[in-house]
C-alpha cells in the first residue's frame, strides 16, 4: 500500500486570502519575527504577541478554503493507498476541507496553551493575558497554542516516520526557508521516496526535488491530484 507525504506551506492558503509570510508585502515585511514569533518576544511584550495572533485568528472567520485544500481533501478520500498531509500552516484550512489525515508542526491559531498546567484548548475568539486558564484557573498563562522560532516543532517522531516510510513526498506553497521543515525532503528522498514540488517558483530547496510543478496552487494542485488518483504518477 503506497503512502504519500505531502506538506504544505503559507502559498496553499495565499488564494483564500491568507498572508503569507516571505512573498513581497508579506507577513515579515510588515512584522519583526523576533518581536511576535519567538518566545523572548512574547515574554517581552504580551500583548503586542496577543493581538498579532488575535488579528490572523479574526482574519480566519472570512477565508474560507480553496480548490487546493479541497483537492487534497479529495486524494485523501479517494486514493487506494494512503495519504498524510503535514502542514507549516496554523490556519484551519485543511481541516475545513475535510481533510483528516492531518499533522499540525506549527501548532494552530485555534488553540491556546496554558504555560502552568500545559493544557490546551480551542480558542476561536481573541486571547489576552487576562484570560483565565479553563483548567487550572490561573490567568497570564495563556499563549498561543503556535511554534515559535528556537521552539521543537510538534509531532517530529511520527513526522519522521512518515517520512522515512513515504513512496511520494509533494511539498506545496513553502518556500522552503524554515527548518526543520525544509530538510523533509532529503529525508524522504534519502529513504527511496519520488519527490515532487509543486510551488508558485522556485523555492530554496527545489533543486532536492525529483520534480517541480510551477503555478498558483489552485490551478496545479487539482490536475496533479487528478493524475495520482488516475494512476499516472504512480504514486
Ligand atoms: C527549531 C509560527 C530547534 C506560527 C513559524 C536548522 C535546523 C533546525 C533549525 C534551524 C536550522 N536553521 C535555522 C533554524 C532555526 C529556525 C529556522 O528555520 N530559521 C530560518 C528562518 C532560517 N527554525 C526554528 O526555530 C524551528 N525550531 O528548529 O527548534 C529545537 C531543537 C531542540 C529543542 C528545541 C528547539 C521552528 C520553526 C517554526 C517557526 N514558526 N511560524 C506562525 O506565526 O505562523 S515559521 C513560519 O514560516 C510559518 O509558520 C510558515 O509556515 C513557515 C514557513 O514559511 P512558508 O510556509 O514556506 O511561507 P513563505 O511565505 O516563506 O513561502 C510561501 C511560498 O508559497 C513561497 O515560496 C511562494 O512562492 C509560494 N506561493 C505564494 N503564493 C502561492 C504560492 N504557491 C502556490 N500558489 C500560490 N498562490
Known amino acids: 500500500m503506497s503512502l504519500i507525504v505531502i506538506l504544505t506551506g503559507a502559498g496553499i492558503s495565499a488564494e483564500s486570502g491568507v498572508d503569507t509570510f516571505r512573498d513581497s508585502g508579506g507577513i515579515w515585511s510588515r512584522y519583526d519575527f523576533r518581536?511576535?514569533?519567538?518566545?523572548?518576544?512574547?515574554?517581552?511584550?504580551?500583548?503586542?504577541?496577543?493581538q498579532f495572533y488575535n488579528d490572523r485568528r479574526e482574519q480566519l472567520s472570512l477565508v474560507e478554503p480553496n480548490a487546493a485544500h479541497h483537492a487534497l481533501a479529495r486524494l485523501e478520500r479517494?486514493?487506494?493507498?494512503?495519504?498524510?498531509?503535514?502542514?507549516?500552516?496554523i490556519?484551519?484550512?485543511?481541516?475545513?476541507?475535510?481533510?483528516?489525515?492531518?499533522?499540525?508542526?506549527?501548532?494552530?491559531?485555534?488553540?491556546?496553551?496554558?504555560?502552568?498546567?500545559?493544557?490546551r484548548f480551542e480558542w476561536e475568539g481573541p486571547l489576552s493575558a487576562f484570560d483565565n486558564c479553563p483548567n487550572c484557573g490561573h490567568s497570564g498563562c495563556l499563549r498561543p497554542d503556535v511554534v515559535w522560532f528556537?521552539?521543537?516543532?510538534?509531532?517530529?517522531?511520527i513526522i519522521e516516520k512518515m517520512l522515512i516510510h513515504a513512496d511520494m513526498f509533494v511539498s506545496i506553497g513553502t518556500s522552503g526557508s524554515v527548518y526543520?521543515?525544509?530538510m523533509f525532503v532529503e529525508v524522504a528522498s534519502g529513504n527511496g521516496a519520488r519527490t515532487v514540488e509543486l510551488n508558485l517558483e522556485c523555492s530554496e530547496v527545489?533543486?532536492?526535488?525529483?520534480?517541480?510543478?510551477?503555478?498558483?496552487?489552485?490551478?496545479?494542485?487539482?490536475?496533479f491530484v487528478d493524475a495520482l488518483l488516475a494512476g499516472e504518477l504512480n504514486g
Open 35 to 50: 518581536k511576535v514569533a519567538t518566545p523572548e518576544g512574547f515574554a517581552a511584550n504580551p500583548t503586542l504577541v496577543h
Open 78 to 89: 479517494e486514493y487506494r493507498g494512503s495519504v498524510v498531509v503535514i502542514t507549516q500552516n
Open 91 to 119: 490556519d484551519n484550512l485543511h481541516e475545513r476541507a475535510g481533510t483528516k489525515n492531518l499533522i499540525h508542526m506549527h501548532g494552530e491559531l485555534c488553540k491556546a496553551l496554558c504555560v502552568r498546567c500545559k493544557k
Open 150 to 157: 528556537g521552539e521543537m516543532p510538534y509531532h517530529m517522531d
Open 180 to 182: 526543520p521543515a525544509a
Open 206 to 223: 527545489s533543486e532536492l526535488f525529483d520534480e517541480r510543478i510551477k503555478g498558483r496552487a489552485t490551478e496545479i494542485v487539482p490536475p
